[in-house]
C-alpha cells in the first residue's frame, strides 16, 4: 500500500511539474494579445481569446485538483499564483475581444434580420452586458496607455450607445 502511495505521489510530483510549465506557456499566449489592436480582426482575436480562457479554466480546474490531492498526501498546497496573474493579464483583452464580437455579430441581427426573431428581454440584457463589459475596457486601456487597443473599445462603446435608445424594444 505504501509503494502504491509513494508512486502516486511521484506521478503527481511530475504531473504538478509538467503543469508548471504548461503555465508558462499559457502566460506567454495571454501576454500576445497585446498585438491585437484592430477591429478588422476581431473574430480571429476573439477566436484566440475564447480559446485562451478556455485554457485558463482548465488549468484552474487542474490546479484544483492538484490542491485537493496535495491534501489526500498530507502535503502543503501549491500556491499557483501565475495562474491568478496570468486570469488578471488576460481578463481585459478577453472583455474586449469577446464583447466586440458578440456586438458586431448580435447587432448584424438585430438591424438586418426579421424582426418578429427578435427576443426584446434578451435584446435589452445583452446590450446593458456590453455596455458594463466595453465601459470596464475602455477603463483599463486607458489607464494602462493603450491607445490601440482603446481605440477599438471606444468604437464598440459609441455604437453600443447609439443602439441603446432602440432598448426596450
Known amino acids: 500500500l505504501e509503494q502504491c502511495r509513494l508512486s502516486y505521489l511521484d506521478d503527481m510530483n511530475a504531473e504538478q511539474e509538467r503543469f508548471a510549465q504548461s503555465l508558462t506557456s499559457l502566460e506567454a499566449f495571454a501576454c500576445s494579445f497585446v498585438q491585437h489592436e484592430d477591429l ?4 480571429e482575436a476573439s477566436q ?49 475581444w469577446s464583447t466586440a464580437q458578440a456586438w458586431l455579430t ?10 418578429l426573431d427578435l427576443d426584446a428581454e434578451s435584446v435589452e440584457t445583452d446590450v446593458d452586458q456590453h455596455v458594463m463589459t466595453i465601459a470596464k475596457a475602455c477603463k483599463f486601456f486607458e489607464k ?25 424594444l
Open 48 to 96: 484566440k481569446a475564447a480559446e485562451c480562457m478556455q485554457r485558463i479554466e482548465a488549468a484552474e480546474e487542474k490546479k484544483n485538483l492538484f490542491n485537493s490531492r496535495e491534501g489526500l498526501f498530507d502535503k502543503e498546497v501549491t500556491d499557483y499564483d501565475q495562474l491568478s496573474k496570468i486570469k488578471k493579464i488576460f481578463d481585459p483583452y478577453y472583455n474586449l
Open 106 to 115: 448580435s447587432s448584424r441581427k438585430w438591424l438586418h434580420g426579421s424582426f
Open 144 to 168: 494602462s496607455e493603450m491607445a490601440n487597443q482603446l481605440a477599438v473599445a471606444n468604437e464598440i462603446r459609441t455604437q453600443v450607445s447609439a443602439f441603446k435608445p432602440n432598448v426596450p
Open 40 to 43: 478588422k480582426h476581431c473574430e
